[in-house]
């Protein structure tokens, strides 16, 4: 089993930045890729960013280069996503979840974090 926590959400003006940080622990040597998800609601859940777990090779959304940067922390076995330039369409639940393998499916996913961007 993999165990995912997020933290960092939080309510921001348009134009702000948030750091939202997933906690990565159990079989942590059967992870191959981290991944940012986010739910808008009324929408179904998107892709934001993914890192794999060894290498650090980072994949982003097309509408969210530039602005959004996934990162980790390989001692802490931490993903960190940096949110730039935040706009109210950012606003969502951001869920980070794990994956086993290249074509495997997101397996483990944490609580959820809320990230709300007022204009």
């Known amino acids: 089993q993999v165990q995912l926590v997020e933290s960092g959400g939080g309510s921001v003006q348009a134009g702000g930045s948030l750091r939202l940080s997933c906690a990565v622990s159990?079989?942590?040597?059967?992870?191959?890729?981290i991944g940012w998800f986010r739910q808008a609601p009324g929408k179904e859940r998107e892709s934001v960013a993914t890192i794999t777990w060894r290498g650090g090779f980072t994949s982003y959304a097309d509408s969210l280069k530039g602005r959004f940067t996934i990162s980790m922390d390989n001692a802490k076995n931490t993903v960190y996503l940096q949110m730039n330039s935040l706009k109210p369409e950012d606003t969502a639940v951001y869920y980070c979840g794990a994956r086993n393998g290249v074509t495997s499916q997101y397996a483990y996913w944490g609580q959820g974090t809320q990230v709300t961007v007022s204009s």
């Open positions: 159990g079989r942590t040597f059967s992870v191959y890729a």
